[in-house]
């Protein structure tokens, strides 16, 4: 309940004196949410700069549920870039150097730092030899199909650019977000959210854009069911890769599909019409779920919209509170809670919804 989303990005900048050494850290923490595509990007033009073969759009989630923490810090005496993902020592994650790829970006943009007080001056030079730590936490499961990839690099994108003082704007950072994951470029905005596929080879018109803010449509409710934590058997790059590989109809879906569909899920969106987007959603969305079909046939007009992410995890949008709390009804007889699931696992994040279940 309350607002869908808030707006996704916070961030906190702090400086510590490291031991004995007098050495400084300089470090930042933000925290931005994941977001889930009602009109999907499953498709690259380009593999390296991340160009997808389409428009989407989606919804970001509210920070408070679903989200990545990042600290990004600096200092003198740190003598390699290292990164920890939930808590892990990773040599950095993701194949194809995407995550340094994004590193590169901003430290290209990197401006001058100075901190008078402590004495602490950092120009643009020094930017390309300091090394950085980078300590990440997904409050969510990772690699499960709810879309950690996407809050991650957005995470990563600004959190290192608040700490490095780059200049540019949302829409630009969206750019270098987009080349550590598609799906990243649109958690940098809160409310719903499109992703302009662009035009040019170097990808700088391919950025995202804000549809509509967290309070345009506050009314719904997104309700996850975590049916699996495990990470998925094929990831999200490798998926879609073979899709435009092997399938006859992506194509077709890109061309003639999509763009009819992202022009009448914008309509959807501006006019806060419920029975257009739950057909929009479910219809882009390629796996059926029976119950949810069989309730919005039996209803004068559809109650909830589904939608998922490259995984076996449910999302679930409401069109009310009241009609969530049906839903979790409806979901606790066809799933029944085991040892694995309970009615918790249905909801994450702010539980005063289950009051509302009886
Ligand atoms: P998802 O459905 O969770 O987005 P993907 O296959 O698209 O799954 O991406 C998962 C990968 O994203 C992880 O294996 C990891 O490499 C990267 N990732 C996830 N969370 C983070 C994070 N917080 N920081 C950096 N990289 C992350
Ligand atoms: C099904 O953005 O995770 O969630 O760009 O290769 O990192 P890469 O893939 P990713 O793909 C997301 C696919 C999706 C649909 C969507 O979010 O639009
Ligand atoms: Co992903």
């Known amino acids: 309940p309350g607002p869908l989303t808030v707006p996704p990005l916070q961030s906190r900048l702090g400086l510590q004196m490291a031991g004995e050494s007098k ?160 799906s990243a470029c649109r958690s940098l905005y809160g409310g719903f959210v499109k992703w302009i596929m662009g035009k040019n080879d170097d990808g700088s018109d391919s950025i995202a854009v804000q549809l509509a803010d967290e309070k345009h449509w506050d009314e719904l409710v997104i309700v996850i069911a975590v049916v699996s934590s495990r990470q998925k058997e094929t990831s999200s790059t490798s998926g879609m890769r073979e899709t435009v590989e092997t399938s006859m109809l992506i194509k077709h879906r890109a061309k003639e599909v999509v763009p009819k569909r992202i022009v009448e899920m914008e309509e959807a969106i501006k006019n806060r019409d419920f029975p257009s987007f739950a057909h929009l959603a479910c219809a882009d969305s390629n796996q059926i779920i029976g119950c949810v079909e069989k309730w919005n046939r039996s209803e004068e007009s559809p109650q909830v919209a589904y939608t998922f992410d490259a995984g076996p995890n449910a999302v679930m949008i409401a069109r009310n509170r009241k009609v969530a709390a049906l839903l979790l009804q409806r979901l606790l007889f066809h799933f029944p809670p085991n040892a694995d699931t309970d009615l918790n696992s249905y909801v994450i994040g702010d539980k005063s919804i289950l009051q509302d279940v009886g």
């Open 23 to 182: 050495k400084w850290v300089l470090l930042v923490t933000a925290q931005t949410p994941t977001n889930i595509a009602v009109i999907k990007y499953w498709g690259k033009r380009d593999e390296s700069l991340i160009l997808p073969i389409n428009d989407s759009i989606s919804v970001t989630l509210d920070p408070a549920h679903l989200c990545t923490t990042t600290t990004v810090s600096v200092s003198p005496s740190f003598d390699q870039d290292r990164m920890w993902l939930n808590g892990k020592c990773r040599r950095f994650p993701f194949p194809g150097g995407r995550f340094q790829r994004c590193l590169k970006e901003i430290r290209a943009r990197a401006s001058d730092v100075e901190d008078e007080k402590k004495g602490i001056k950092i120009t643009k030079k020094d930017w390309e030899n300091l090394h950085l730590h980078i300590s990440s936490y997904n409050n969510f499961p990772t690699a499960a199909g709810l879309a950690s990839s996407a809050a991650g690099l957005a995470c990563l994108v600004f959190s290192l650019a608040k700490l490095m003082n780059v200049k540019e704007d949302l829409g630009q950072l969206s750019a270098i977000a987009r080349q550590g994951s598609g």
